[in-house]
């Protein structure tokens, strides 16, 4: 179709970015080719062109596109720029599009590496958290059950001390927020440069 554009023949991949040719280049069927029928492909048989089982005139070495005596399977292979409508973009797209397949998966490992670090971030700090949220409840049910039958100063102190550590428990939980917050932005302002 001589109003469209060729970005290839064959391999083509789709990403976000459009269709593009893995290739760049044509491979073509060449049996009974002649210029008449198939202008372009005849005319891109030239120097830098690889042609197969086509047979050579002993002669005059030219190919022998109607002769079929090995096979009917001729092919020629040439680089996509000897077409005349051909969209030259469509060269080389094969590093964006493995790039960018390549870079979709660092992307991924990344993301899984990351929330895989904040996971264990997370887990190495529970155990202070629950081990002084035990003392705070001890405490409190301390205080609480002692407060029939003991001494007001006696409960007030295992209360004071109870709320001691619930203090000191928020002050831990902040700073292990924090301590996260900081990693996150440290590992977006390292990956951004």
Known sequence: DPNRKLIGDDEHGWSPRGIFNFEGGCYAKCINLNAEKEPDIYNAIRSGSLVENVVLDPATRRPNYFDSKYTENTRVGYPIDYIPNAAIPG????????????????????????????????????????????????????????????????????WAMGEGCRLLLKVLITVELLLLITIAVLAVSFISH
Do not use: H
């Open 91 to 158: 060269i080389g797209n094969v590093i964006d599009g493995a790039t960018e397949v390549a870079l979709g998966t660092a992307v991924l490992i990344r993301n899984c590496l990351g929330v895989t670090g904040i996971v264990v971030l997370v887990l190495l700090g529970l155990p202070p958290i629950i081990k002084l949220a035990a003392t705070v409840l001890a405490y409190k049910l301390l205080a609480a059950l002692l407060q029939p039958v003991s001494d007001k100063r006696m409960t007030g102190c295992l």
